[in-house]
C-alpha cells in the first residue's frame, strides 16, 4: 500500500492538475508506478519520487521504494537520500522481520529519524501493533499516536490521519488548543470514557467498548 498511498497525497495535493489530466483516482493507475518493469510486475520495482505542496512556501519530496526483500538495495539508496523515513506497517499482517530489518537499518546504520504509518486501517487495527514497534526500539525513543509519530491510512479508501488531526477534523471543542492537548493525551493506551470522565481500564469490570481510542476514533471513523 506505500505506492497507493503517496500517490493519493501527491493526487490530493495537486487535484487540480490531475483533474485536467484525467488522472485515474481509482488507484487503477498509480501515479508512481510509471517504469515498463514495475507495469508488467504489478509491484514496485525501482524508486520513484515524487513531489507535493506542504503549503505556499514549501514543497516535500517523497520517495517511494519497493517492499520486497529482493530489491533490498533500492530501499537503501532511498532511505541514505531521505531526511526522514516512514515505515508502512500493514494493519493485518502487523510487525515483520522486513519491518525490523528496516528500522535497524534506518535508526542504527543510516541514523535517520523514524516514523511509522499503520496502513490499511479499513481492514484491521491492532492496537499490539504499536507495543511491538516499542520493542524494536533500543535507544529509549518512544513511539506512540499522540506523540504523532505514528499516524494510520487507509490507501484503499484514500485518508491517511493523526491522532490530533481526527479529533480536530470531528470533534468541535477541539478547536481549542488546551481542549485538543488534554483529549490528545487521552485517546491511547488503557484509558476509558465512562460517566463522563476518564480512569483507566479495569480489566475485570470494565468494557473494551469504553477505551477512549474506540470511543473517540474507531467508531467516528467507521
Request: with cysteine; charged share 25%; hydrophobic share 35%.
Amino acid at each position: 500500500g506505500k505506492t497507493t498511498l503517496v500517490s493519493n497525497i501527491i493526487v490530493k495535493q495537486h487535484r487540480k492538475h490531475f483533474q485536467r489530466q484525467k488522472y485515474d483516482i481509482e488507484n487503477k493507475n498509480k501515479y508512481l508506478d510509471n517504469s515498463l518493469i514495475t507495469k508488467y510486475r504489478k509491484t514496485t520495482c525501482r524508486l520513484n519520487m515524487g513531489v507535493f505542496l506542504h503549503n505556499d512556501e514549501s514543497a516535500i519530496n517523497v520517495i517511494d521504494t519497493p517492499g520486497h526483500s529482493d530489491l533490498w538495495n533500492e530501499t537503501y539508496t532511498a532511505c541514505d537520500m531521505a531526511d526522514f523515513v516512514y515505515i508502512v506497517i500493514d494493519a493485518v499482517e502487523g510487525v515483520t522481520d522486513s519491518t525490523r530489518r528496516l528500522f535497524e537499518m534506518a535508526t542504527k546504520i543510516l541514523n535517520k529519524r523514524v516514523g511509522f504509518i499503520i496502513n490499511k486501517v479499513d481492514r484491521l487495527i491492532l492496537l499490539s501493533i504499536v507495543n511491538l514497534i516499542n520493542v524494536m526500539s533500543s535507544d529509549g525513543t518512544k513511539f506512540s499516536p499522540e506523540l504523532d509519530n505514528i499516524i494510520f491510512a487507509s490507501s484503499k479508501l484514500h485518508f491517511m490521519f493523526s491522532i490530533e488531526s481526527f479529533l480536530k477534523l470531528t470533534n468541535k471543542q477541539c478547536n481549542d488548543g488546551n481542549v485538543l492537548s488534554y483529549l490528545k493525551h487521552r485517546c491511547w493506551g488503557n484509558v476509558i470514557f465512562k460517566d463522563n470522565k476518564f480512569s483507566k481500564l479495569d480489566d475485570s469490570k470494565d468494557n473494551y467498548e469504553n477505551l477512549t481510542f474506540v470511543q473517540f476514533i474507531i467508531k467516528p471513523l467507521y
